[in-house]
């Protein structure tokens, strides 16, 4: 006689109907109640007003998570044509102009309905500090043009100013921290180092600096529950132009008509104006009296006298901290990784020299074999590169070279412990996107709370207790089940 399958009663059936539909049912609830929102994103704009240049940046995030780390990156930037906006002294409406393009641009790029709330910042650094020294009125003018073009632009506006020289090297170390996910987790952090034209940064944590020696070079924060007491210096004049500057004022305090300049390639031959050379608050003071209209400015190629032209633009003879860089700056003990980026990241690039397992000496040989390299075959090799960048790699080398050992210290041992980079995660190393997520108090002082599971790990887990509980259930109901004996039924 055939058994009759318990599981076959229609009450047993129902339940598990009634049971599997609950099931899809809370699980179909649970997913689409704590399902992330549909991502929307909120947008921010930086205009960095170099010496060199102006460069536009697009930061987004998604809209309901402002004060998550490492959620802001950066989606497109775009390069004003053109010099930086200090270049425009004489006569400022220009300044604003140049910025159009890149303002339409970013019109293009940022959703229209979200205009009107993106924020909009320009930041200017070194170019237009040397302005203001030079003549304040003409800075001023140049500020007033750039801003009265921008409070055009259909974005939130919200001012264009001169960062200070502290503000850039604690904003570009904020940036590479927070891009590399280092605040948030309270790890130990990256230094920066930032190689403008005009002025070079210098930014790192040092456990045996607490502010007191040199206040100035001191910036303190609180990030994520965090305390960071930041070392900090910019040298103004100290970029690679200004410095290329300083070694050119150096070889010309006589006022000679020609110079055999090491740190240019031989067959390298260009005519240089005094008035230009020297129009810069950099050098201005040194100018010579009674030297002829221009210079010719010919290479040489010759390392180790670049080296030496180099190292005596810096001052080291006076200190009146424990320890000192250079020009009587203190400098507490170097400490920890380095990020290296803007004009090191170029420079080093150019030169296939980013890859710092390379010892230093084979660096510095390699330099000198580029160095001393004629400057007709240089323009050969690399008939795309624009010449007044390819004329200057081999002072350029030498001078990070100079600057990171003699300036910064630096040693053979701890040069491997800099990463020259340019971008981190698809967003570029500077001090754009730090500045802006201060200004939008996008990182909190305090952790913020995170949920506990992550959105997958917490649907899992609905499912797997709903699946025990039904189980429980049909068990539980076992009392009621229909009997199943073995004894042969009567029919
Ligand atoms: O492709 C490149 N090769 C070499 N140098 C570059 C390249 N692009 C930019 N630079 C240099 O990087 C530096 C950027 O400096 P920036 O304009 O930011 O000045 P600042 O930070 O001192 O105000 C300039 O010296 C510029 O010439
Ligand atoms: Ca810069």
Not at 25 to 44: E, H
Not at 275 to 293: F, H
Not at 322 to 329: A, D, M
Not at 473 to 482: A, C, K, T, V, Y
């Amino acid at each position: 006689m055939k058994e009759k399958n318990p599981w076959h009663t229609p009450v047993t059936i129902i339940i598990t109907v009634i049971g599997v539909i609950a099931i899809v049912a809370l699980v179909t609830v649970a997913v689409l109640q704590n399902r992330p929102l549909t991502q929307k994103y909120k947008y921010g704009i930086v205009l960095d007003a170099g010496s060199s240049h102006t460069a536009l940046y697009i930061y987004q995030w998604p809209a309901e998570k402002d004060n998550n780390t490492g959620r802001v990156e950066q989606t497109h930037s775009c390069k004003v044509k053109g010099p930086g906006i200090s270049s425009y002294a004489s006569e400022p409406w220009k300044a604003g102009e140049s910025l159009k393009d890149c303002i339409e641009d970013a019109k293009r790029r940022v959703p229209e309905k979200r205009h009107d709330e993106t924020p909009l910042y320009l930041g200017a650094t070194a170019g237009m500090r040397l302005l203001s020294i030079e003549d304040s009125s003409a800075s001023n003018k140049v500020f007033q043009a750039v801003e009265q073009s921008l409070q055009k632009s259909p974005f939130s506006f919200q001012g264009a100013r001169l960062l200070s020289g502290q503000e850039e090297g604690a904003f570009g170390w904020v940036t590479v921290n927070y891009l590399d996910d280092r605040l948030k987790q309270g790890l130990e952090t990256t230094g920066a180092l930032d190689l403008g034209g005009a002025s070079t940064q210098i930014s790192f944590v040092s456990n045996n600096y607490d502010g007191s020696e040199s206040p100035k070079n001191s910036v303190t924060f609180r990030l994520y529950g965090n305390d960071y007491n930041l070392y900090t210096n910019s040298f103004l004049c100290y970029g690679k132009d200004q410095a290329l500057r300083l070694t050119l004022a150096q070889q010309t305090q006589s006022g000679p008509r020609s110079i055999l300049d090491p740190c240019f390639h031989p067959g390298y031959n260009e005519t240089v104006t005094y008035s230009d050379l020297y129009d810069s608050p950099c050098v201005s003071d040194r100018k010579p009296q009674g030297a002829p209209v221009t210079f010719t400015h010919l290479g040489q190629g010759n390392s180790s006298q670049c080296q030496d032209v180099v190292k005596s633009i810096f001052n080291f003879t006076h200190c009146r901290y424990t320890q000192c860089s250079f020009n009587g700056v203190f400098q507490p003990l170097l400490q920890g990784p380095f990020g290296a980026f803007s004009a090191y990241y170029f420079v080093m690039n150019f030169l296939n020299l980013t890859d710092t397992s390379i010892p230093l000496e084979v660096v510095r040989k390699r330099l000198s074999i580029y160095c001393e390299t004629p400057w007709d075959q240089i323009k050969q090799r690399h008939p795309d590169v624009k010449l007044k960048y390819l004329a200057e790699y081999c002072f350029s080398g030498t001078y990070i070279l100079t600057l990171l050992t003699k300036g910064y210290n630096f040693t053979s041992e701890s040069y491997p412990n800099i990463k020259f980079i340019k971008k981190i995660k698809g967003s570029d190393a500077g001090w754009t996107l730090g500045y802006m997520l201060n200004l939008t108090n996008m990182i909190p002082a305090e952790a913020p709370d995170s949920p506990l599971l992550p959105h997958s790990g917490y649907v899992s887990i609905v499912t797997v207790i709903t699946v025990l509980l039904f189980v429980l259930l049909i068990f539980s109901l076992r009392p009621f089940w229909p009997r199943c004996s073995k004894q042969p039924q009567i029919i």
